[in-house]
């Protein structure tokens, strides 16, 4: 079986090294440079790697990724794209090999896209960025996707559990060219509800409310926008974009239509525990706090937010329970968000704050 690691960069010295070290279990590895003025080019070519230096204009992502497969050798079985601020957890190779059956086309694999200051994985999911050479295509011009384009319909995915990405990005790296982007993403493909998705996000990512609330209202109207979740996040943050317009009133009402919209989810409890939280109402707090940690099992799905499955709803369980008067179970809440998050002095104040009003009410 020949596995062949393909990528795009551009001025990204710093990771070249430490790139080459985790893909080096591929076959091959070939990067296509889209205009580097540092040393990418010669530090990837000193490595080994077969590296070709084009640049695209007008800038897309998606003709980046598809110039990049088309660097891939014609007789590979399998390709992987990544990105230079990515590295694998060793081994990933023979556990890929292991899960890829015959006939099948794409697989799945764990991805940290970002991790907390405290060095825990923050926000993680499952990608999909290994496929078979022949029968796909990249297309979007950002967030692109594979699709594809090869006669009847594809193989089945595989999962390849223990399979492990971690995303080490720099946090300097600008996503001003995100927003063009995905505005004309949607101006070519005004059906795909997954960009309009997408775009509102983005616009929230920029505090422009009265276009993210716009967009997320024409994405929750499209007829092809039926999977919950996705859904379930546009409501939320339809939420977040009220509240920032001073209409708490809508925001709860946009939360409680996500809850009901995906129940399966942690995301939409917490943000009513949240708002609950900020407003005051203790029972609100608590219900739905504990409503989220009810939901136990973590989605696989980009949509899946880490503050969810952090230290977060047991805190404000805690908090709510505290001013309900319900100390014990407070200091239990406290405990378990500690447990989550130990170098945090305010969980660990509030640890302490709680035992000694249990205590006291106790000896009175």
């Known amino acids: 079986m020949k596995i062949v690691v393909y990528a795009i960069c551009k001025n990204e010295s710093q990771f070249v090294r430490r790139w080459v070290d985790s893909m080096s279990e591929a076959d091959q590895i070939v990067v296509l440079d889209t205009g580097s003025d540092d040393d990418t080019l010669e530090l990837l070519r000193a490595s080994g790697i077969q590296a070709v230096q084009e640049v695209i204009t007008p800038w ?39 899960a890829w ?62 399979m492990q990405l971690d995303h080490l990005a720099d946090p300097a790296k600008s996503r001003a060219q995100y927003l063009p982007l995905l505005e004309l993403s949607v101006q070519e493909a005004p059906e795909d ?8 996000r983005e616009y929230m990512f920029r505090q422009d409310w009265d276009k993210c609330i716009a967009t997320l209202e024409r994405h929750l109207a499209m007829p092809s926008a039926v999977w919950a979740d996705e859904r379930c996040a546009s409501m939320r943050f339809l939420a977040r974009a009220w509240r920032a317009k001073g209409r708490e009133d809508l925001s709860l009402t946009w939360l409680l239509r996500a809850a009901a919209e995906a129940p399966h989810l ?28 009810a939901i136990s099992q973590r989605p696989r799905t980009y949509i899946c937010e880490s503050s969810a499955w952090g230290s977060l709803p047991h805190d404000l369980l805690s908090i709510g329970l505290y001013h309900m008067g319900l100390l014990s179970q407070s200091l239990q809440a406290a405990r378990d968000a500690l447990a989550l998050e130990k170098d945090n002095d305010r969980l660990r104040g509030n640890v302490e704050i709680i035992r000694a009003a249990a205590e006291a009410r106790q000896g009175g």
């Open 60 to 98: 897309r992502f998606d003709t980046a990724r598809n110039r990049s497969l088309e660097l891939v050798p014609e007789d590979a079985d399998i390709c992987v794209c990544t990105d230079l601020d990515e590295v694998f957890h060793p081994g990933w190779r023979a556990l890929l090999e292991k």
């Open 101 to 162: 059956t015959p006939g099948c086309s794409q697989a799945s694999y764990r991805y940290t896209w970002n991790f907390n200051p405290d060095g825990s994985e923050g926000h993680v999911f499952w990608a999909e960025k290994v496929h078979l050479r022949h029968g796909f295509q990249w297309v979007h011009p950002v967030h692109e996707v594979l699709k594809w384009t090869g006669p009847g319909l594809p193989g089945p995915k595989v999962t390849v559990e223990g």
């Open 193 to 200: 509800d997954r960009n309009m998705h997408y775009l509102g």
């Open 266 to 293: 942690r995301e939409p409890f917490v943000e009513l525990a949240q708002l609950f939280h900020d407003t005051g109402d203790w029972a609100g707090t608590v219900w739905a706090a504990r409503r989220a940690l």
